[in-house]
């Protein structure tokens, strides 16, 4: 898949309380290594989370947060919800879509 380049930016250090969990997602569909923990799929800006105890734990790296979880990551999309960045594909399990048009 291509994205628009404004998408991607370059990747902040580790333990950078500065990127928000939509970058650090695009920034792992982006890298070959994660095919097998999330991957592109489906419709435009589609993907699916194929291991989510590995995503959060990931996400918790990153953020130096040692006790996260899937229930603690599953809580910021839904702000992305609202703001309509990001959303829930229905009837699949852990697969979302961005919302591209509006985070330009």
């Known amino acids: ?27 792992l569909l ?3 290594q994660y ?14 989370i ?3 105890d ?8 990153r953020k130096c947060k040692p006790h996260m979880n899937y229930d603690k990551l599953s809580r910021p999309p839904r702000y992305y919800y609202n703001k309509r960045i990001l959303h829930k594909t229905k009837g699949k399990r852990f697969t979302y879509k961005f919302n591209f048009n509006k985070l330009v």
């Open 1 to 27: 898949f291509a994205f628009p380049e404004w998408a991607y930016k370059a990747e902040s250090s580790p333990g950078s309380r500065q990127i928000q969990l939509w970058h650090f997602i695009l920034e």
């Open 30 to 32: 982006r890298q070959e």
């Open 35 to 48: 095919r097998e923990v999330i991957a592109w799929q489906g419709d435009y800006g589609e993907f699916v």
């Open 50 to 52: 194929k291991d989510p």
């Open 54 to 61: 590995e995503v959060a734990r990931l996400w918790g790296v």
